[in-house]
């Protein structure tokens, strides 16, 4: 990877070689991997989203683990991403030019405080 701090879902697919639908896949059965979306509603990677899918992509292509097995194992490894107060998150994402925050699960977008 470069120096880049966050990646579109074209780059992670690029990065990791696999197509987007695995990753969107993905982010239903892991809970560590929760990217956020951009004004025009794309996913955002971090570098550690990217490092968490290339661990999945790991366990479950190379070491052939189980997604349940997986999941285990990537507990030990990441902290689950927990919801961030929208205030701090939009200051985080700043950093990378981006201007406002959409969650992928509008019912789970926490609360402004």
């Known amino acids: 990877m470069n120096n880049k701090e966050s990646f579109n879902i074209e780059e992670v697919c690029e990065i990791v070689g696999v197509k987007p639908h695995i990753i ?4 239903t059965e892991f809970p560590h991997l929760r990217p956020v979306k951009n004004k025009s509603r794309q996913r955002i990677y971090s570098r550690k ?8 992509y790991f366990l479950l292509f190379e070491g052939k683990h189980s997604i349940e097995d997986s999941k285990i194992v990537l507990a030990k490894e990441f902290e689950p991403v927990k919801d961030v107060p929208i205030n701090q998150a939009e200051k985080n994402l700043a950093e990378f030019g981006v201007r406002e925050l959409f969650w992928l699960d509008d019912d789970k977008k926490p609360q402004a405080q």
Not at 24 to 27: A, D, G, I, K, L
């Open 24 to 27: 969107h896949y993905w982010e």
């Open 49 to 56: 989203d990217v490092e968490v899918i290339r661990r999945i």
